[in-house]
């Protein structure tokens, strides 16, 4: 083995780690992904992760204002450009991702939009309708198309078909931002100051409000279950479970009333989690 085919490893390795710590639910999923797609996956989700930490977590219990962390992930961001050109980072998380998008073919074009949607957070605390689907896009919906590239990764797919997988993997990444945004409302105001939803305040939120929003989250889960059942063999059963999740949040959040909502985080227990994994495992995908 060569010492960079090693670093690469580790680096791999470090991915891994970092995603299976934080994510209980990703890990669940993740293990019913074929074994190379898996390990694309975790490198793309620990940038994702370390990103979200600089904006949200220990980046601001370490001391860092604002400007601090913006400066941090203004970096991060910069090695990761650098590492998708270069093919090389001393940071082990960045190389791995950088792995990952030169070999299954995305770069700048996914990467600039979800970096500008970090920063977002650290500037603004509400939403107008254009920038809330900005944001929404850079969050989650080019983390999803990034994964996508990554379950279609030497396959010969028609330009029709990737279109319609495109429209389905980025209305999944936007179901589970907006189901997240929902179950945190009331955390996302008091901790953060922020409010996602146009038009939507905390101290009024209204049933109304709620059946609204889970509508749209609704649209966009149907959007993403019609496409699952053409998804290649490696990736599909993985995709069915995490859908599969959020559909279940979704439905637990329809059927908390709006008040209740605001003052508790709403989850899925784990035997069901383990229920709907079972599902997916067997090739029982969702419907749409």
């Keep these: 083995m060569t010492r960079l085919a090693l670093y690469d490893r580790v680096a791999e390795e470090t991915a891994s780690i970092v995603i299976r710590r934080y994510s209980t639910s990703f890990g669940l999923a993740a293990r019913l992904l074929e074994t190379g797609v898996r390990q694309h996956v975790e490198n793309i989700y620990a940038l994702v992760r370390v990103a979200d930490e600089i904006v949200d977590g220990p980046a601001m219990e370490a001391g860092l204002d604002a400007v601090g962390a913006s400066r941090a992930l203004n970096e991060l961001e910069r090695e990761t450009e650098l590492a998708m050109e270069s093919g090389f980072s001393a940071n082990l998380v960045v190389h791995a991702f950088a792995l990952t998008a030169r070999e299954t073919g995305f770069g700048s074009e996914l990467t600039t939009p979800f970096f500008e949607s970090m920063r977002t957070d650290l500037s603004a ?26 379950f279609l990764h030497g396959r010969d797919v028609s330009a029709p078909d990737r279109e319609r997988f495109e429209v389905g993997a980025r209305s999944l990444g936007a179901a589970f931002q ?33 059946i609204r929003l889970l509508d749209d989250i609704d649209a966009d889960l149907r959007v993403s279950a019609a496409v699952i059942p053409d998804l290649p063999a490696g990736s599909r059963r993985a995709v069915a479970l995490a859908q599969g999740l959020f559909a279940e949040l979704a439905a637990r959040l329809r059927a908390t009333p709006s008040d209740k909502l605001v003052a508790a985080r709403i989850r899925v227990p784990n035997p069901v989690k383990l229920r709907i994994a079972a599902a997916a495992a067997i090739g029982r995908t969702p419907r749409a």
């Design 125 to 150: 605390t509400v939403h107008d309708q254009e920038s809330f689907d900005r944001y929404v896009y850079g969050s989650a919906e080019v983390v999803g198309l990034m994964c996508l590239r990554t």
């Design 178 to 210: 907006k189901v997240n945004f929902l179950r945190d409302l009331a955390a996302d105001f008091e901790a953060l100051g922020r409010s996602y939803f146009p038009g939507i305040r905390v101290e009024s939120f209204s049933e109304a409000d709620k």
